[in-house]
């Protein structure tokens, strides 16, 4: 890593109302893989296994779950490979048998005035099962921290750690470094931006899904689109500030050194990893060489 940072100093839950409800699948194997009862000593853990999801990913779509008051026959919301949770939201949310509107609100602690107002020409009396809403958070509604679920280790870049030099305290921060989109639409943290117990910082690390890309964080210039020893394919881009972001652990790299990006373009495909079969994106963010952690700028 020190070759990077020597290159970067340069729900539906509820009984639904008459006329708005999604007609009923005739039998609960019509919903299978959709919710998933609490058993006698479940844990959120566990399940999350048995659903093969994600724990960081079960508990964004369950936001009023208390993972240590689970209830037996409570039911959990599992989410669909089409549905995504960006952090402050909103959701990407699939229409399931019985939703509604007033149900979808109750379920995410939002409102169904939101829900209508952010999904336009989408009746509320005549949802189809399958149908994609956007499904915007309140004020007050926040997805779960990712501080509910213990950072990962042994991941393939745990050698690959950044300079021990401080993190850039947020004050310090240029006002073009404010609620930038992550780099996934969707991820779950496995280890945060900060010190390992020797001490030496390592950047923040992400989980995602087959398939998925990097998405860039803000506009840039490509400085640097190329493999690096124990990275793999990485991609850096400068922003305004001399501000630079890093997507490390790539399969597929798609942009070229010197393509100006805008917020949001594809820059590579997340590899898998061999060691944990997981999909990991390493997500670095600098300013002048200097890192901070990402959860500063990041919305």
């Known amino acids: 890593m020190c070759v990077l940072a020597s290159m ?37 853990g566990q399940l999350a296994a048995r659903a093969n999801v994600p724990l960081e990913r079960l508990e964004r779509f369950n936001p009023g779950v208390d993972p240590r008051r ?13 549905e995504r949770a960006p952090s402050g939201g909103p959701y990407r949310y ?3 048998p019985g939703d509604t509107f007033s149900g979808v609100a109750r379920h995410f602690g939002t409102t169904s005035g939101r829900i209508q107002s952010a999904n336009q020409g989408t009746s509320p009396t005549a949802l189809r099962v399958g ?39 947020s004050a310090s921060l240029p006002a073009s470094a404010r609620r930038w989109p992550w780099p996934l639409e969707d991820y779950r943290v496995v280890r945060r931006f900060g010190a390992d117990s020797r001490g030496t910082l390592q950047p923040m690390l992400l989980a995602t899904q087959a398939g998925a890309r990097a998405k860039a ?32 652990l790539c399969e597929q790299i798609l942009v070229r050194v010197g393509d100006q990006v805008s917020t949001g373009d594809e820059l590579c495909e997340v590899g898998q990893s061999n060691a944990t079969q997981r999909y990991d994106l390493l997500f670095d963010l600098r300013q002048g060489g200097k890192p901070i952690d990402p959860r ?4």
Do not use: K
């Open 70 to 82: 689970l209830a037996v026959g409570q039911r959990l919301l599992i989410p669909t490979q089409q």
């Open 131 to 169: 149908q994609i809403i956007s499904v915007p958070l309140s004020s007050t509604a926040r997805p779960p921290s990712s501080s509910s679920s213990s950072p990962t280790r042994n991941t393939r870049s745990s050698s690959a750690s950044t300079s021990t030099s401080a993190p850039t305290p």
């Open 217 to 248: 964080v803000a506009p840039g210039e490509v400085r640097f689109a190329d493999s690096m020893r124990q990275l793999g394919d990485v991609v850096i881009v400068h922003h305004a500030d001399n501000l630079q972001t890093v997507y490390a």
């Open 296 to 299: 500063q700028v990041l919305r």
């Open 8 to 44: 970067l100093a340069g729900c539906a839950s509820s009984t639904p109302t008459s006329s708005q409800r999604v007609p009923a699948a005739s039998t609960a194997s019509a919903i299978g893989g959709n919710w998933v009862a609490v058993r006698r000593g479940d844990t959120l």
């Open 94 to 96: 699939q229409i399931r």
